[in-house]
């Protein structure tokens, strides 16, 4: 069993990519590559099919490795309810809330991260012939790396190679390297025998102009630089915890995301994006907002200090005034905060007790303490406007339920009812995420809001966007079989 991990001088490096496509790669090769990110930090997440919650990019990455998609991928997930505050979640169920304080620098929950940690390892040292692991945020944190347990800490756990990537785009790449080994020179000199290399990502230019600091990087640290990679801006994959506006050259469907400052699960809209002349963009203000054809309120990790947020801005008023004309629809949280009232009695999300909500659904939302996590399939209720579209599937991520009032269920599954539908107006609100990865739904959906501007349905083929995905993790996986020769070298016989 071998492991290689990639490491970046800071966030946003390319790790994930690069994580992603190496496993496609050895996967090409006919290895059982598992990808592995002990922790994670994501509003972005994804119930694996025994109703666990992973981050979103994990996932993503297993299904690049031809894998199923596992806890012990992802042990520990940090899920951001406020700016020092997080839900812990382990092997994918929720611990506890904690602070930024309590967890990174108190040793206090360090026996149980551990354990979680070396129980997954031993997992997937079992079952697969290769981690591919990935790190968070900088290699070298000297305040973080007595109790770190996802860069230099974890690759000691693992017996891993690494590779630092450092981001060329943003300039001071070789700085950070440079400053990257000298801390750990200074705090954990072990840590250098654990590193094969660096990789210098999204380049841009005259490979000759590069070359000089190359050879200056390898002499000045003893470290190779074993791929240099091209920005990629071209292939399209799953954001990890971030947001995306997706425009389009004749945009004939305007669709506007609000903007939530705990916003979850933005990447449910990327299948909608990928219809024929729809732009999807995100919204934070009114002047933003425009003059949609619909209005998506999406999800969120703490649905009433987000409901305060839209008041404050002036966006609740403008969507409950743009709710007369146009398509209002609600995503899990989004779905709450359409609603007469948020009930809170054990202040589950906040102290608040009880919250107004933006009343275009007449039902009220409970929260409770135990989460559903759950991967379901569903079908529409029969008297909605989307009952043609057939069976759907979909997962949950929420601790609300939904009492109905003068308004009907929007799908129907067994054993329970989902959602709720205006009775006369085009407003809905679902607790189903990925629900427009359902193509038919999708294109029910589109259509209507082409009906209201008189233009004529989309008759033609379902976008393939799951095959596009596909097939630039085939791409990127070339590109590093290109760039990334020394890789055999580094993981020795393969």
Not at 127 to 138: M, P
Not at 143 to 148: F, G, I, P, T, Y
Not at 206 to 228: C, H, M, Q, Y
Request: aromatic share 6%; charged share 25%; proline share 5%.
């Amino acid at each position: 069993m071998q492991a290689l991990m990639i490491q970046g001088t800071s966030s946003d490096a390319g790790k994930t990519t690069i994580v992603t496509g190496l496993c496609r790669l050895f996967a090409n090769r006919g290895f059982r590559v598992a990808p592995f990110k002990s922790q994670n930090m994501a509003l972005n997440s994804f119930v694996t099919k025994d109703n666990r919650e992973i981050a979103r990019a994990t996932a993503t990455q297993a299904m690049a490795a031809r894998q199923v998609p596992s806890v012990h991928m992802n042990p520990l997930l940090l899920k951001p309810k406020a700016d020092d505050t997080a839900q812990l979640i382990v092997h994918g169920r929720p611990l506890c809330d904690v602070s930024a304080r309590d967890y990174f620098m108190s040793d206090k929950l360090q026996p149980t991260k551990l354990a979680a940690i070396r129980e997954s390892i031993a997992y997937l040292k079992q079952n697969y012939d290769l981690i591919v692991a990935e790190g968070a945020g900088s290699c070298a944190e000297p305040n973080l790396r007595a109790l770190d347990v996802v860069n230099m800490g974890v690759a000691h756990e693992l017996g891993a190679k690494v590779l630092i990537v450092s981001d060329l785009a943003n300039g001071g790449a070789f700085a950070a390297l440079l400053g990257s080994i000298e801390i750990m020179r200074l705090t954990n000199p072990e840590d250098l025998g654990l590193i094969g290399g660096f990789i210098l990502n999204k380049f841009r230019g005259d490979s000759a102009v590069l070359a000089p600091g190359l050879e200056f990087i390898a002499r000045a640290t003893s470290f190779p630089v074993v791929g240099v990679l091209p920005y990629l801006h071209d292939l399209r994959f799953e954001e990890e915890d971030r947001v995306k506006d997706y425009g389009c050259d004749h945009p004939e469907i305007d669709i506007a995301v609000i903007y939530l400052p705990h916003i979850s699960n933005a990447n449910d809209f990327d299948f909608l994006a990928a219809e024929k002349n729809v732009q999807v963009r995100f919204v934070k203000t009114v002047e933003a907002l425009g003059l949609p054809d619909a209005i998506i309120v999406p999800g969120t990790k703490n649905t009433p200090w987000d409901l305060d947020h839209l008041r404050a801005s002036g966006l609740a008023r403008k969507i409950e005034e743009m709710s007369a004309s146009i398509p209002v629809v609600g995503i899990c949280g989004g779905l709450e905060m359409l609603g007469r009232k948020l009930l809170d009695p054990q202040h589950v999300e906040s102290d608040l007790g009880t919250t107004e909500g933006l009343n275009l659904l007449d039902i009220d939302v409970e929260f409770l303490k135990d989460k559903t996590l759950v991967n379901r399939e569903y079908e529409p209720d029969p008297k909605s406007l989307f009952a043609s579209v057939g069976t759907i599937s979909g997962y949950e991520i929420h601790c609300g339920i939904v009492r109905r009032r003068n308004c009907s269920p929007l799908f129907r599954y067994d054993g329970g009812l989902d959602g709720a539908i205006h009775p006369e107006k085009l407003i809905f609100g679902t607790f189903i995420h990925d629900l427009f990865k359902n193509d038919r739904f999708t294109r029910t959906f589109v259509n209507l809001l082409r009906e209201k501007k008189d233009l004529r349905p989309l008759d033609g083929p379902f976008p393939r966007l799951r095959d596009i995905i596909d097939e630039n993790c085939d791409t990127l996986a070339r590109l590093l079989a290109d760039r990334l020769s020394p890789i055999s070298l580094v993981l020795g016989t393969l």
